[in-house]
């Protein structure tokens, strides 16, 4: 694939995986649009990732389909959409302790939102287009306090297999990471996050935790590899395994 002709869409863009595979997008000459609810923090990765010629953002909240529909609107031509968006805040809990809005607000992310980005992206795509979601190690080796985010990446990767039948010729793919260094552990772990991660570090048969170029680099697999749809692509270390 020549990616000096792809223009792609990275809703999450703005943070950990979804940064790290924009960086490696523009790297390759492709037109990049990075897209998230903080505008702050997308004019922040903007700086960090220099190419302002092909270098765009886009403020959305993909869990509400007003803007989903108008960010398409304005977008235009598309080749590829990826969203590596979840809002977990608050998730993490033993469920006596789960507030039912937190629940919502992974649903809305990881699932309504790819749905939404789906139905009104879509239309957009070529042919030879792309949807790439990114659901989780939760939903294969589930641990306590994670019950919600594990029922929501199993969720996803039935979506993505049920749009890559309906959406066909259009690619729909997943992936699945294992534990990797980004923001988001400031939620999972808080200020346990380096301890945590360096156990896991040490249980993995690799070795170490994931890091951001690495799923990145899977999402580029996916982008580009006109034969794989409807699946699920698992990037971490072993972690079903050990
Ligand atoms: N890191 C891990 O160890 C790990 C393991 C397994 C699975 N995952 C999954 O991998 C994906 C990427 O995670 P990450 O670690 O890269 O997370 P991250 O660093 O926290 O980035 C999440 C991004 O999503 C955006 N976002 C959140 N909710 C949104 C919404 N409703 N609409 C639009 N944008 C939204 C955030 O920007 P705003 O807040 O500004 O909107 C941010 O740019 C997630 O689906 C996560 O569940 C991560």
């Known amino acids: 694939m020549d990616m000096e002709k792809q223009k ?41 990732l220099g190419q302002p010629g092909t270098l765009e953002t886009a403020v959305v909240d993909i869990s509400r389909e007003d803007e989903v529909a108008a960010l398409f609107q304005r977008i235009g031509r598309l080749d590829h959409i990826v969203s590596t968006a979840a809002d977990i805040e608050g998730a993490y809990r033993l469920l006596p302790e789960i507030e039912l809005s937190a629940a919502q607000k992974v649903v809305e ?18 042919p030879a287009g792309s949807l790439t979601f990114v659901s989780g190690i939760a939903a294969h080796r589930p641990a306590a306090r994670g019950s919600v985010v594990a029922a929501v990446n199993a969720a996803l990767d039935g979506l993505v297999r049920a749009l890559a039948v309906e959406l066909a ?33 040490k249980r993995l048969p690799v070795g170490r935790v994931g890091k951001p170029e690495d799923i990145a680099d899977a999402i580029r697999f996916l982008i580009g590899n006109g034969f794989t749809t409807g699946e699920t692509l698992h990037v971490e270390g072993g972690h079903r395994l050990a």
């Open 109 to 126: 992310s990881k699932f309504y939102g790819p749905l939404l980005l789906a139905k009104h992206g879509a239309p957009k795509l070529p």
């Open 8 to 48: 792609i869409l990275i809703v999450g863009g703005s943070s950990g995986m979804g940064l790290a595979l924009a960086r490696r997008c523009l790297e390759e000459g492709a037109h990049v649009i990075i897209a998230g609810r903080g505008e702050a923090k997308l004019d922040a990765a903007r700086e960090g």
């Open 169 to 201: 010729p259009i690619r729909v793919n997943a992936v699945s990471p294992g534990w990797v260094d980004t923001p988001i552990w400031e939620f999972v772990a808080g200020d346990k996050k380096d301890d945590t991660l360096a156990a896991m570090a």
